[in-house]
Every structure is written in structure tokens, then in C-alpha cells.
């Protein structure tokens, strides 16, 4: 497919879209002497229909998750942004379904920019520009994030990456393990936090590691600087991943309506970030960017 560039080592390949938020289309893993889907592939379709919910990981900035019914409260300002759930509220960004540039490319490698000052519908109030490396090389993948506020004023910024992982790599696998540095898990019933993080009840706590079974999950964790570890005890595979201190949030999304899939989410700031922090609530993981400033982290993953 002529949209999709292909990242390849002895061991893995990474098939990316630039013309689709600069989003991953399937990521393998060459498992004895097949190669087998360790991200939920993408449909075809769903890049010809611009669907970047369809694909096995896409990129947030400047912001992760929703924010509250799509307006943003910063420093006693009001800011209207896109609703794009159906509860009205704003999600991931701005930057998944758009185009970006590509910048470099080389065998295993492939580094792609965005800038926010191309696009007229852009409804974030604060223009930005944004970096994206991909690197694979033997049994890892890398992911490196930068964003740079290009304006005049002090921007809040979040960002973090999307990938749905498969819950069975072989027909061996009956169960997927889940260990996740958790420290906190922030309440309430919607994915809109109702306070800060607070301890995680038994049922969501997966940081000593345990089975992921197909309870609906959609939640953010408040974590430590560890390593996150999914393993498929049939296959005999594990991955690690390893995120920067900057990614200090962890969502763990399990689908009520697929048993093929689940979602890993390392992101800097916790849903509803800014406006949490608006009304005084430490610890949101919102970061303020001076005019000029980058902020950037490695996200990487390794196969065994």
C-alpha cells in the first residue's frame, strides 16, 4: 500500500501511515518461522476512510485522552475545542487523523514532523509544532516523542501514544498477563475523573502482574518510572515497555465489545488534565511550555 512506510528488522516490522496522524498500521514479531501480529492490525479501509480510531497505535498531542465537554479552562479562559466523542467531550488531540511530513528516512527508521500553523481547522488555541522518530532494530521498537510551543504564551501540553495490543499472538494463547507500575487510579464511573488519583482497589491493580481478563476496563493509573510487562504464556513471548519520566499516566483500556484486543496507554497527563489542574488538583501531569520550550520522551518496546 503505497500510503504505508515499512520499518523492518531480522525480528520485527512496523508499517506506518505519515498521511494518517503519523499512526502505526500493524506492528509483527517473527515467532519461530512465522510472523505474527503483536498490535491489532488496521483495516485497509479504515486509511482510505481517514479512521485513525482504527489503527494499532496512534499519537496524541498536545493533549491525551478527553477533555470535559470539549472546552478547555486555562487561567480563567474558556476555549472551545472540537467534540469528537459522543458524549460530546474532546479526545486525543489534535493530531491523528492529519497528515504529517516526513523528514528523514533510512532502513529501520523514519522521523516525521507536524505543525500545527498548516492547518486552519486546528482547534487547540495555542499553535505547536510536533516530532515523531520511529526506530526498529533487532527485537525493539522505539518511539520518540517532541512537542515545541511556536507561540507567544505559556502552553499547556500533554501527549503519549495509543496501542491496542492482541489478547492471542498463536492459537496457544488462552490468556494474556498484565504487570503495570501502578501507584494510584483516578475514580469515578465515566473516564472523566471526579478528583485527584487515589489507591487502586484489588480488582485494577495489575502491579504485581495478573491475568487481563474481559471485564470492561477504561481507566488512568498514576505509575512509577517502571517497566510495564505483557506477557502470553502460550506463545512464550513477552514485551516490555519502557517509558520515559515524563509519561507518568497509564491507561488500560479493555474493550466490552472485542475479545481480540486491549490498549496500553503510556501519556504524560491524566484525562480531563487541564482542567483538573484549573480547579487545583496536583499531580495531573500537566506540563506548561514557555514560548519556544520542547518537551520530548522515549517510548520503547522489546520483544522476547
Known amino acids: 500500500m503505497r500510503d504505508l512506510e515499512i520499518?523492518?528488522?531480522?525480528?520485527?516490522?512496523?508499517?506506518?501511515?505519515?498521511?494518517?496522524?503519523?499512526?502505526?498500521?500493524?506492528?509483527?514479531?517473527?515467532?519461530?518461522?512465522?510472523?505474527?501480529?503483536?498490535?491489532?492490525?488496521?483495516?485497509?479501509?479504515?486509511?482510505?476512510?481517514?479512521?485513525?480510531?482504527?489503527?494499532?497505535?496512534?499519537?496524541?498531542?498536545p493533549y491525551s485522552n478527553r477533555i470535559e465537554n470539549a472546552v478547555l479552562k486555562y487561567r480563567g479562559n474558556n476555549y472551545m475545542l472540537s467534540k469528537n466523542t459522543p458524549e460530546g467531550h474532546a479526545i486525543h488531540g489534535e493530531v491523528r487523523s492529519r497528515p504529517w511530513r516526513i523528514l528523514q528516512k533510512e532502513p529501520g527508521y523514519i522521523a516525521m514532523e507536524f505543525d500545527?500553523?498548516?492547518?486552519?481547522?486546528?482547534?487547540?488555541?495555542?499553535?505547536?509544532?510536533?516530532?515523531?522518530?520511529?526506530?526498529?532494530?533487532?527485537?525493539?521498537?522505539?518511539?520518540?516523542?517532541?512537542?515545541?510551543?511556536?507561540?507567544?504564551?505559556?502552553?499547556?501540553?500533554?501527549?503519549?501514544?495509543?496501542?491496542?495490543?492482541?489478547?492471542?499472538?498463536t492459537p496457544e494463547d488462552n490468556a494474556v498477563i498484565l504487570k503495570v507500575p501502578v501507584k494510584g487510579v483516578y475514580p469515578g464511573d465515566t473516564p472523566i475523573p471526579t478528583g485527584p488519583w487515589t489507591d487502586v482497589p484489588?480488582?485494577?491493580?495489575?502491579?504485581?502482574?495478573?491475568?487481563?481478563?474481559?471485564?470492561?476496563?477504561?481507566?488512568?493509573?498514576?505509575?512509577?518510572?517502571a517497566p510495564t510487562l505483557i506477557k502470553w504464556p502460550g506463545s512464550q513471548v513477552s514485551l516490555?515497555?519502557?517509558?520515559?519520566?515524563?509519561?507518568?499516566?497509564?491507561?488500560?483500556?479493555?474493550?466490552?465489545?472485542?475479545?481480540?484486543?486491549?490498549?496500553?496507554?503510556?501519556?504524560?497527563?491524566?484525562?480531563?488534565?487541564?482542567?483538573?489542574?484549573?480547579?487545583?488538583?496536583e499531580d495531573t501531569g500537566t506540563v506548561y511550555l514557555q514560548p519556544g520550550e520542547t518537551f520530548m520522551g522515549n517510548i520503547t518496546i522489546k520483544m522476547e
Open 202 to 225: 484489588d480488582e485494577l491493580d495489575f502491579s504485581q502482574g495478573k491475568e487481563l481478563d474481559f471485564r470492561h476496563i477504561d481507566k488512568c493509573y498514576r505509575v512509577f518510572n
Open 116 to 169: 500545527s500553523r498548516d492547518f486552519e481547522d486546528i482547534s487547540w488555541p495555542f499553535p505547536f509544532y510536533a516530532r515523531i522518530e520511529y526506530r526498529v532494530s533487532g527485537r525493539v521498537f522505539l518511539v520518540r516523542l517532541a512537542l515545541e510551543n511556536t507561540g507567544d504564551l505559556i502552553m499547556p501540553a500533554g501527549m503519549g501514544i495509543h496501542p491496542y495490543f492482541m489478547r492471542k499472538l
Open 240 to 281: 516490555t515497555m519502557e517509558a520515559d519520566n515524563i509519561f507518568k499516566h497509564i491507561i488500560i483500556y479493555s474493550p466490552k465489545d472485542s475479545k481480540d484486543f486491549f490498549a496500553v496507554e503510556p501519556v504524560s497527563n491524566c484525562n480531563n488534565v487541564f482542567n483538573m489542574a484549573e480547579q487545583g488538583v
Open 7 to 61: 520499518l523492518r528488522s531480522e525480528y520485527m516490522e512496523v508499517k506506518v501511515c505519515p498521511q494518517l496522524g503519523a499512526g502505526i498500521f500493524s506492528m509483527r514479531y517473527l515467532l519461530g518461522a512465522h510472523w505474527v501480529d503483536v498490535m491489532r492490525p488496521t483495516p485497509y479501509e479504515a486509511v482510505e476512510k481517514r479512521e485513525p480510531g482504527a489503527l494499532a497505535s496512534f499519537v496524541m498531542i
